[in-house]
């Protein structure tokens, strides 16, 4: 497969900013567009007539297979405006190569690297007034790509359309999060998507997590699909627990997504000597210590919240409590990550890339 970018990108740019009737105090996460947009095709065995235009509605046969097959893979990342009014973006290539993976596994072909970080630098330039500084503001960067081949046959597409989109995005408090331990449905099952960022492994969470809010939660912690014994992800985060001083978290595998979160959360830990143990951690584990008083904290971790703090848990209509401690791990990883983020702390790791 030819992966390279040869073609020239076309840029056409808006006439007028929407810049100036758009409210930055006032945003619903992911529903404000800045300016422009990337799009790109695959046809012909390649990717071409890479385009950066205004922000605008697609023109597509509604016999594309991506409304009937949902072969569709997404992506989340942000950047940070800095007091300097330098813009940062945090462990991109994870992200590209994330694409690539939850890609293959949906049978669409890769995107080349040079072109998504040629994309995704140009289009945040040219938006660079959307970007706000302070702690919490971001661009949120939405990649994705979906099957445009026209024909309810299922069978994967040949045509594909890989677009970027980004979102100014204010800090996203989710409150106080109570979340119920799932004891039926699952997210995903091994030998499945769970570990891809496929577009319907959303839309098959939003029944189980309807159910949720019905009895006052906001979320599901999902477990295992076989015997719902094993704490798996919070909604579309992963999960972290916290037993007396012991940060615990599922190994990724084919149900756990590998978040970029996740692991900078790990490394951090490790850094700060907290002792971290990735192992399957077991839903009458997490039971057992919220009886006993050693469970500390719950909390979940994902690009859009950065970390959300578990408030309660219920599990077999049981709801157990927790109230912070004095020294929360999750408002130092907090704390820790958003510095890096932002350009405020040291960044030993080498996370921060620099766009402009
Ligand atoms: C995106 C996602 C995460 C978090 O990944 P980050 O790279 O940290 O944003 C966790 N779980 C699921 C299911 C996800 O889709």
């Given amino acids: 497969m030819n992966t390279s970018a040869t073609q020239k990108m076309d840029i056409q740019k808006v006439e007028s900013s929407r810049i100036g009737q758009v409210d930055f105090d006032n945003l619903t996460f992911g529903s404000t567009f800045s300016d422009h947009m990337f ?102 960067i939405r990649p994705f790509v979906m099957a445009t081949q026209v024909g309810v046959s299922a069978s994967p597409s040949t045509d594909y359309k890989f677009m970027i989109l980004t979102a100014p995005a204010q800090a996203y408090y989710t409150g106080d999060v109570k979340v119920i331990v799932a004891d039926h449905y699952s997210r995903s099952a091994n030998g499945g998507v769970g570990a891809a960022k496929a577009a319907g492994n959303y839309g098959a969470q939003f029944y189980p997590t309807n159910l949720a809010r019905e009895k006052g939660f906001q979320q599901v912690i999902w477990t295992d699909d076989s015997e719902h014994k094993y704490l798996e992800e919070a909604g579309t985060m992963n999960v972290f627990f916290r037993i007396n001083d012991t940060l615990l978290t599922a190994p990724v595998s084919d149900r756990i997504l590998d978040g970029v979160t996740r692991k900078s959360v790990i490394d951090l830990a490790k850094h ?25 904290e719950i909390f979940g971790a994902g690009t859009a919240a950065v970390i959300s703090p578990v ?5 077999k209509d049981v709801v157990y409590e927790l109230t912070k401690p004095e020294d929360s791990f999750s408002t130092r990883f907090k704390k820790e990550l958003m510095d890096i983020q932002h350009n405020i702390g040291e960044d030993p790791y080498g996370w921060r890339f620099e766009v402009l």
């Fill in 311 to 315: 408030s309660a848990f219920s599990h």
């Fill in 272 to 296: 700060n000597n907290i002792d971290v143990d990735v192992r399957p951690v077991l839903v009458s584990e997490l039971v057992e210590a919220a009886k006993n008083g050693s469970l500390k």
């Fill in 39 to 140: 799009e790109c095709d695959y046809k012909d065995g390649a990717w071409q007539n890479p385009t950066i235009r205004p922000y605008g509605n697609l023109s597509i046969s509604p016999g594309a297979k991506v409304f009937h097959y949902g072969q569709a893979v997404f992506e989340g990342m942000k950047a940070y405006k800095d007091d300097q009014g330098k813009i940062w973006l945090f462990r991109p290539e994870e992200n590209f190569e994330r694409i690539n993976k939850s890609s293959k596994r949906m049978a669409i072909p890769e995107f080349p690297h040079d072109l998504f970080f040629e994309a995704l630098t140009t289009l945040v330039k040219m938006d660079k007034e959307w970007v706000k500084s302070g702690l919490g503001n971001s661009l949120y």
